[in-house]
């Protein structure tokens, strides 16, 4: 079968949701066992979102490759077997990048370059660029529907449907049916108008998306039909839902996934939607509950630490246990009152860039650990924790890291300025390299420590995780930290890198360099976090505040 690909674009308002989207649409296709490929096309002129705010852009999502790309990848890892890698996000900058850097060198023969056919032929070529053997490729257009930055990437797309053919392409459009209170009464002008505004640039959708508060009736759905020019059966809602993994069993419900094998003429077997089932029910019928402490300084945005809250709960998934996050504010830990870690039955410390708020993620690290509370540190998490320990066990006064404090007395955390990557290429950088790709990027090995809380969890001798940090363990260390008790359970395959620490005498304390949560799945929850919620399971039973529900 000759690739088919599905094109996703959205209208009316931005936030929609279109990497739920796409990635349900990926996931009901793999349950027909069919295999798909995602990518995404973002429009900001970065090369990649690795500079960007998380308050701007939200988390930054790795891949096993090294990629930073947008967090609609981890949508797409976390409800399909697809694994995600350079060739799955692109943005205006790199596209612009690479057709001026063939400029430079000539490579167009003296000719203009233009927006059409150089820009477009770039996307189109990077769309196209994908593994044989799969069968569908879902492609997420980033922006909204009349945004000018968006314009390219749909001028590509309209060219891909005559360059592939009708039967091997498929335009969806996500759009929004409001609902007005004062009117009650729901409202299919904005959707018209986006479609209008989609067909007048060449690209007619086949089937529409209809996000809404609740489901729409069929003279509802009729009537958008006939205003925007598709089949009746082809109106899908796009209902509201409180659980994101109950989304493709709603398409599935609504006739999606019918519908596109339809368009597409493709044969495949029954869908077997049976582990999307089982996991809403498990959500929704929890035998217990604990709130985990998630201490950082983007709590006020969620997109932040998307993957994070999704590991969470794949973590009460795989213990039956539904997982309340108190979202804790470090700087006001600062203030010098720790109630807002009253009662928490697991503290987790996320990564992050920057010296705000640090001291008091410090400080929850140090209730955690006098307190005998679960502890979880990832990346930043797992420095702090390193530098909490040095400051308070080992009496290593002022310790820090000199990403925080370049003169500081004892840097247990510091810039390796010469290393040796992924592809046994040495780097080097300083503290004044370029901050775009000059980290530590990621699937790096990892060995364990027989015996250690990791190697329980993984049960396994190695393991490869993903990374984005630049600052590194200060070995020279590493014999006074092991004195007073921390122990380092997972360490590069040279010795060199150190990727895990546990801390003896404490019912359950870890902190990785690592960013487990890009490779947690719902139906395939991380160990680590797996185990960090049975951890906190049994500290909230010992505490004698478990109800079973």
């Known amino acids: 079968m000759r690739q ?40 900001y002129i970065n090369v990649d979102p690795g500079t960007m705010s998380p308050f701007q852009h939200g988390e930054v999502y790795v891949t096993d490759d090294g990629a930073e790309t947008d967090l609609d990848l981890g949508h797409y890892e976390r409800f399909t077997n697809s694994t995600g890698s ?32 150089h820009i477009t032929d770039e996307i ?46 498929l335009f969806i459009h996500l759009t929004l049916v409001p609902f007005i209170k004062t009117a009650d009464e729901v409202k299919t002008k904005p959707t018209q108008h986006s479609v209008k505004e989609l067909r007048e640039i060449g690209i007619q959708p086949d089937i529409l998306l209809c996000r809404a508060e609740d489901f729409l009736k069929q003279p509802l759905k009729d009537k958008i039909a006939l205003f925007c020019n598709v089949e009746k059966d082809a109106v899908i809602t796009a209902k509201d839902v409180d659980i994101i993994y109950e989304v493709p069993l709603l398409y599935h419900s609504e006739g999606l996934d019918e519908k596109i094998t339809k368009i597409l003429n493709i044969w495949s077997r029954k869908p077997d939607l049976s582990k999307w089932e089982d996991i809403v029910h498990t959500i929704k019928n929890p035998k217990r509950n604990v709130e985990i402490a998630l201490v950082g300084k983007y709590v006020r945005l969620k997109d932040s630490y998307k993957s994070l809250n999704e590991a969470l709960v794949h973590g009460g998934i795989a213990n039956n246990c539904r997982v309340n996050i108190r979202y804790v504010d470090s700087e006001e830990l600062e203030t010098g009152s720790l109630s807002f ?16 708020g640090i001291e008091g993620k410090i400080m929850a690290i140090r209730y955690a650990r006098e307190k005998k509370i679960p502890f979880f ?94 600052y590194e363990f200060n070995m020279a260390f590493r014999s006074q930290l092991e004195d007073c008790g921390m122990e380092i359970t997972g360490i590069s395959p040279d010795g060199k890198l150190v990727e895990i620490i546990e801390l003896k005498g404490h019912p359950w304390f870890l902190a990785c360099q690592f960013h487990p949560e890009f490779k947690s799945k719902p139906f395939d929850p991380h160990p680590l976090f797996r185990e960090f919620i049975k951890a906190s399971i049994r500290h909230r039973q010992e505490k004698g505040r478990c109800k079973k529900r």
Not at 10 to 39: D, M
Not at 89 to 108: A, H, L, M, P, W
Request: hydrophobic share 40%.
């Open 124 to 169: 189109k070529n990077r769309i196209l660029d994908v593994d044989d053997g799969i069968d569908i490729v879902i492609v997420e257009i980033g922006g909204t529907v009349g945004d000018i930055e968006s314009l390219p990437f749909l001028e590509a797309i309209r060219q891909l449907r005559n360059d592939l053919g009708k039967e091997n392409t």
């Open 377 to 470: 540190g990832l990346c930043l998490g797992m420095q702090l924790a390193v530098i909490e320990i040095g400051r308070h066990l080992a009496g290593l006064e002022g310790a820090h890291s000199t990403e925080f404090n370049e003169h500081t007395p004892n840097p247990l955390i510091y810039l390796i300025e010469e290393w040796v990557d992924r592809e046994n290429v040495v780097q080097r950088r300083d503290k004044f390299s370029a901050k775009g790709g000059t980290m530590r990027l990621g699937a790096y090995k990892c060995m364990l420590k027989q015996g250690s809380l990791a190697s329980r969890a993984y049960m396994q001798e190695f393991v490869y995780e993903r990374h984005r940090h630049r």
């Open 86 to 117: 350079k060739r799955s996000n692109f943005t205006t900058g790199q596209v612009y990048d690479s057709v001026i850097s063939r400029e430079r060198k000539g490579e167009y023969l003296g000719v203009t370059v233009q927006v059409i056919p």
């Open 4 to 43: 088919k690909f599905i094109f996703v674009t959205g209208g009316v308002v931005s936030s929609l949701g279109k990497g739920i989207a796409s990635a349900s649409i990926g996931a009901l296709l793999e349950s027909r066992g069919l295999t798909v490929a995602l990518k995404k096309l973002d429009p």
């Open 341 to 356: 870690l009253d009662g928490v039955d697991g503290i987790l410390i996320p990564g992050g860039f920057g010296d705000r």
